[in-house]
């Protein structure tokens, strides 16, 4: 089990601020796959992935990094500077 957080447009799209998720996912990438299996809602906020971020236990990562022992994956739109 694992908790997944949605920020900005990514919550607008998927409807919720976090969840808890019971996956079997290895990476990143096979846990927006099986997210994005769920509902169109899901696919919508995962389709372009270049227009994501992700954090693990809030350590900013990659789409190929390994789930193994996480607590908390996050998905979030790229900062912009200012």
């Known amino acids: 089990m694992m908790d997944v957080?949605?920020?900005a447009?990514?919550?607008e799209r998927v409807g919720l601020p976090r969840e808890t998720v019971e996956t079997s996912a290895v990476t990143v990438a096979e846990l927006v796959e099986e997210l994005r299996g769920r509902e169109e809602r899901y696919e919508a906020a995962f389709a372009d992935l270049s227009?994501?971020?992700v954090a693990i236990d809030q350590e900013l990562s990659d789409f190929d990094a390994p789930l193994a022992g996480a607590r908390e994956v996050a998905f979030f739109p790229?900062?912009?500077g200012g």
């Open 5 to 7: 957080l949605y920020f």
């Open 9 to 11: 447009w990514v919550r």
């Open 51 to 53: 227009a994501l971020r």
């Open 78 to 80: 790229p900062m912009t």
